[in-house]
Structures are given as C-alpha cells and as structure tokens.
T-cell receptor, first 113, second 114 residues
Framework: QQQVKQSPQSLIVQKGGISIINCAYE??????FPWYQQFPGKGPALLIA?????SEKKEGRFTISFNKSAKQFSLHIMDSQPGDSATYFC????????????FGGGTRVLVKP | DVKVTQSSRYLVKRTGEKVFLECVQD?????MFWYRQDPGLGLRLIYF???????EKGDIPEGYSVSREKKERFSLILESASTNQTSMYLC?????????????FGPGTRLTVL
C-alpha cells in the first residue's frame, strides 16, 4: 500500500509547455514534502521541497503547490525544456520518523523539442 | 560536493548466491539508506542506519540484511538471491536525522538475478 500516490506515470510535453505532476498522501503526520529529479544512469537528486505551512514554493521554473486540506501537492514545470526530461519523484516525511522518506511511484517526463 | 559511490553499476548473479552491495559516502554523514527502485513503485526503503553498527528495518527488509562497521560504509547483503530481487538498488546518505535533511544518492547498482 503506497502512502504517497503519484500521477501520471509518464508525461510528454512540448518544449515551452507546462508539466504538471500530482501527488496525494494519506498520513496527516507528514510535514515535509520534497521532490527528487532523476536523470538516466544517475541517482535521484533533490529538486525542491515544501513545508505544509505554505501553499506554494517557487524556484526558477519549478513550483510546488500544496493543498493541506486535500492532502495533495503538485509540481509544475513552467517553460519545459528538453533538459528537464527525467523521472520525478515526490516524497514525504515527518519529524517523528526522522529522515525516513516515503516516495511516490515516479513520473517519467519527456520534453519534445 | 557530497559523493556517494556504489561498488558496481551492473551485477549479474545466480539464484541462491550471496550478494554484497557496497556503498561509501565521503561527507561524514550520520545516516545511510538502501532503497530498491522498480518501475511504477518508486523507491522503497529496505534498511537504514543512523549510526555505526546500528540498523533499522525499512518497508521491505525481507530477504536482505545490512552491515555498517564504519561510518562511511553501508553494505546491503542478499543472503540467498532470488529472481524477485532483480532490481535497481540505490544507496543514499544524509547529514543528520531531521525530517528535512537532504538525502544524497549514489548512481545505483542494477542487479539481475538469473
């Protein structure tokens, strides 16, 4: 049973378009929600993260939107570029569990030139 | 730069063999983790360690064991490999035990069990 559900599994977007990946969680104790980006042949790397006390966080072309009441959060990639083609994972953790992360199933994003 | 290295990028083993996957981090991190990555299932935590000689089970520990004799090294052991353990294995480390501490990942070991 996945505690963090991620959709879609894959996504194709044209260069310059917006990529949107959604995640839903069940455990209301989660208090930290990072997104990791993984390129082929590499390990995942932290992209951006949010705490539930804010509804949105933006870093460059990447934005996390967070809806605490719906227990959902999403990653928006604005002006998508071919270099953004990667697999994206949402994750969640809570203070009681220390640094243990629960990951979503991943979304493979392909940006076509 | 944090560097997490894994002993092999690709590994092919036979059913029943004992398999060792090694992970080394060079940043004096307290925590180390082993995950397996399967399509559609994301990353699932196998074992983690918050200190030398200390280990805790993750979500899918069955069929695996770990060893952490030195702070920088965390080994994953498959006592008797089975075909359902064919997967990508990722090691990670983080500085401390706070929920917001970034995990740094190695490049992964793709294990095939025949």
């Amino acid at each position: 049973q996945q505690q963090v559900k991620q959709s879609p599994q894959s996504l194709i977007v044209q260069k310059g378009g917006i990529s949107i990946i959604n995640c839903a969680y069940e455990n209301t104790a989660f208090d930290y929600f990072p997104w990791y980006q993984q390129f082929p042949g590499k390990g995942p790397a932290l992209l951006i993260a949010i705490r539930p006390d804010v509804s949105e966080k933006k870093e460059g072309r990447f934005t996390i939107s967070f809806n605490k009441s719906a227990k959902q959060f999403s990653l928006h990639i604005m002006d998508s570029q071919p270099g953004d083609s990667a697999t994206y994972f949402c994750a969640a953790s809570n203070q009681a569990a220390g640094n243990k992360l629960t990951f979503g199933g991943g979304t493979r994003v392909l940006v076509k030139p | 730069d944090v560097k997490v290295t894994q002993s092999s990028r690709y590994l092919v083993k036979r059913t029943g063999e004992k398999v060792f996957l090694e992970c080394v981090q060079d940043m004096d991190h307290e925590n180390m983790f082993w995950y397996r990555q399967d399509p559609g299932l994301g990353l699932r935590l196998i074992y983690f360690s918050y200190d030398v000689k200390m280990k805790e089970k993750g979500d899918i520990p069955e069929g695996y064991s770990v060893s952490r004799e030195k702070k920088e090294r965390f080994s994953l052991i498959l006592e008797s490999a089975s075909t359902n353990q064919t997967s990508m294995y990722l090691c990670a480390s983080s500085l401390a035990s706070g929920s917001t501490d970034t995990q740094y990942f190695g490049p992964g070991t793709r294990l095939t069990v025949l």
